[in-house]
C-alpha cells in the first residue's frame, strides 16, 4: 500500500492542525493505522495507533489528550487532530500501516508514508 501524508505545517504554540494519510487501497480497512514522529537524530517515536474499524485507539502519553487518531474507511485516509500544540510537538510526522497488530513499535510497521513536517513556534 502506498501512503501520503500532508497537512502539516507552521504554528504557534497553543494552535491545532490535522494531518491527514491517504492509502492507495481499497483493502485500506485491512490495515492497522498509526501516526510517528521524528526529529533530528533521534529515533521515530510513536503518537498513535487505531485499530482497523477504529474502534480501539492508543496514545503516547505526551500527546494524550490533545491529540485524536481516526479513520475514515470510506476514504482510505487516517486523521490526525493535534490541539493545544507545543514546540515540543515540533517534528516529521510519519504515518504507517501494517495488517498484524495494535502495536506501537515501528519496526513492526510494513509500510510508511513520506513524512509531512510540523513546526511549533513558542
Known amino acids: 500500500v502506498q501512503l501520503q501524508a500532508s497537512g502539516g505545517g507552521l504554528v504557534q504554540a497553543g494552535g491545532s492542525l490535522r494531518l491527514s494519510c491517504a492509502a492507495s487501497?481499497?483493502?485500506?480497512?485491512?490495515?492497522?493505522m498509526g501516526w510517528f514522529r521524528q526529529t533530528p537524530g533521534k529515533e521515530r517515536e510513536f503518537v498513535a495507533v487505531?485499530?482497523?474499524?477504529?474502534?480501539?485507539?492508543y496514545y503516547a502519553d505526551s500527546v494524550k489528550g490533545r491529540f485524536t487518531i481516526s479513520r475514515d474507511n470510506a476514504k482510505n485516509t487516517v486523521y490526525l487532530q493535534m490541539n493545544s500544540l507545543k514546540p515540543e510537538d515540533t517534528a516529521v510526522y510519519y504515518c504507517a500501516a501494517n495488517l498484524h497488530a495494535i502495536v506501537v513499535d515501528p519496526a513492526l510497521y510494513d509500510y510508511w508514508g513520506q513524512g509531512t513536517q510540523v513546526t511549533v513556534s513558542s
Open positions: 487505531i485499530g482497523w474499524v477504529g474502534g480501539r485507539t
Open positions: 487501497e481499497r483493502t485500506f480497512s485491512s490495515y492497522v
